[in-house]
């Protein structure tokens, strides 16, 4: 049996409000376990890493969080609400290689599509649509841009997009799917100046990532390998002994770590 280490952090002084609740969510895939009793409480306002190796289950994890995937035991609850009553809540931001960029739209085309969830697919969304639509580019940096074709971006600037798409869905809680995907290193680090600022004025984010280079930016991790090996804060949860168990001494991978997560002396 795993040594899993679990905390549910107090990030306040009080009892946070949690965000999103799994108690022993299983999911199979014909019969055969994906996950396996997947538990973990996420404070209002947290960013979450979720760290695993290929096969892992993370995409699976993802999937059922967001209502695609019926698990085969468990509860999932985002704000103490039942999924089916808080699909409102939820967004989505896509790996880049899963769009289809040829697409004929344009950068506020794109974020516009987060009203549709609300208006139907039959409304026209009006002025006020429009200006929340710019909002949202001005939050992620991207109002001169309003009017390109989304395949002009940059893979950076893509992420940017699909997370103002979110942000015009009114989402209070951002799935992130692999947003660090080809791109460079200020680009990455920009997306997460991004990310600190929405959670500082209350979004929570799960992040699905395999750069084991950046654990220590998050404010909680989940290591992930079909069951859960470790959940808390960074500097407890990515210890060498816990990468070893998710990564089954991969050793180029923890190697690229470096183990980022040593303490500082």
């Known amino acids: 049996m795993q040594n899993v280490q679990s905390?549910?952090?107090?990030?306040?002084?009080?009892?946070?409000?949690?965000?999103?609740?799994?108690?022993?969510?299983?999911?199979?895939?014909?019969?055969?376990?994906?996950?396996?009793?997947?538990?973990?409480?996420v404070p209002k306002g947290q960013i979450v890493g979720?760290?695993?190796?290929?096969?892992?289950?993370?995409s699976t994890l993802l999937k059922t969080m967001l209502g695609l995937i019926e698990p085969d035991a468990g509860e999932i609850r985002y704000h103490d609400q039942p999924i089916l009553e808080s699909r409102h809540l939820l967004g989505y931001v896509p790996q880049t290689e899963a769009v289809d960029w040829d697409f004929p739209v344009t950068v506020l085309d794109v974020v516009m599509m987060g009203h549709y969830g609300r208006l139907g697919w039959f409304r026209r969304p009006g002025k006020r649509h429009r200006e929340e639509a710019m909002q949202a580019l001005e939050t992620v940096g991207m109002t001169p841009y309003s009017k390109r074709h989304i395949r002009q971006l940059s893979g950076?600037?893509?992420?940017?997009?699909?997370?103002?798409?979110?942000?015009?869905?009114?989402?209070?809680?951002?799935?992130?799917?692999?947003?660090?995907?080809?791109?460079?290193?200020?680009?990455?680090?920009?997306?997460?100046?991004?990310?600190?600022?929405?959670?500082?004025?209350?979004?929570?984010?799960l992040v699905v990532n395999h750069d084991l280079s950046v654990l220590d930016r998050y404010n909680q991790l989940l290591l992930l390998n079909q069951r859960v090996v470790a959940y808390g804060s960074p500097s407890l949860t990515a210890t060498e002994q816990n990468l070893r168990?998710?990564?089954?001494?991969?050793?180029?991978?923890?190697?690229?770590?470096e183990f980022a997560l040593k303490q500082e002396l």
């Open 7 to 41: 905390t549910n952090p107090d990030v306040s002084g009080e009892k946070a409000k949690i965000a999103i609740h799994l108690r022993d969510v299983t999911v199979s895939y014909r019969e055969k376990p994906v996950l396996r009793s997947i538990s973990m409480n």
């Open 50 to 58: 979720v760290v695993g190796p290929n096969g892992a289950g993370k």
């Open 156 to 205: 950076g600037q893509q992420q940017r997009i699909f997370l103002a798409r979110a942000l015009c869905q009114k989402a209070e809680i951002l799935f992130l799917d692999e947003p660090f995907g080809g791109v460079d290193a200020a680009t990455e680090s920009a997306i997460f100046i991004l990310m600190d600022d929405l959670a500082a004025k209350g979004h929570t984010l």
């Open 245 to 257: 168990k998710t990564y089954g001494g991969r050793l180029s991978l923890l190697d690229q770590a």
